[in-house]
């Protein structure tokens, strides 16, 4: 596609439900990030793969949530047992590479509700 | 620590104003610094970016900002705003050094009043 695809765009999951959020990057892009966005706050950023290679997850809340990007394109943001306080937007940007000369291209986000 | 400050969460403004949207941030070292901002139901697109150089950096859809380093300040500006310009807005920093990860404000509703 032309830009970051995110899925499912809403999701409703009871506390202590499992959910996946699907990030599809732009073609190409080395880089790829994951961002919480509470509601009314700016994002906070969660983990970074460059590649398949997961190089800091030092913004990942608890151990509970779990990302990966196995082949190096498509990543997958992992919440277990979700809790309340995961209610936000889940964003996921790419980069054609790492530099900071390159922009980051932000996807729509998952809007993620736990009730 | 860094941080980023957007020193005012809502700022309304009659269409064909101009408008400074407010940004500093508190780190001791070089940072890159940006403006995105986030129309309703969209995701975040880049207004502008400084990384070194010219310390007055244009952006798309008429916006500047200016990177003040003794007043630590990157303040967003435009002067004559449009009802297209209401959205959100997020000023945001990368550490020199850094996983390359942004750091980002709380954020400014900016609201164009007919």
Redesign the interface.
Known sequence: GAGVSQSPRYKVAKRGQDVALRCDPISGHVSLFWYQQALGQGPEFLTYFQNEAQLDKSGLPSDRFFAERPEGSVSTLKIQRTQQEDSAVYLCASSLLGGMNTEAFFGQGTRLTVV | AQS?TQLDSQVPVFEEAPVELRCNYSSSVSV?LFW?VQYP??????LL?Y?SGSTLVKGINGFEAEFNKSQTSFHLRKPSVHISDTAEY?C?V?LSGS?????????TQLTVLP
């Open positions: 980023v890159y995105y139901n969209q995701g975040l697109q880049l970016k990384l997020f945001a990368i996983a390359r990860q942004l750091t980002f404000g709380s954020g």
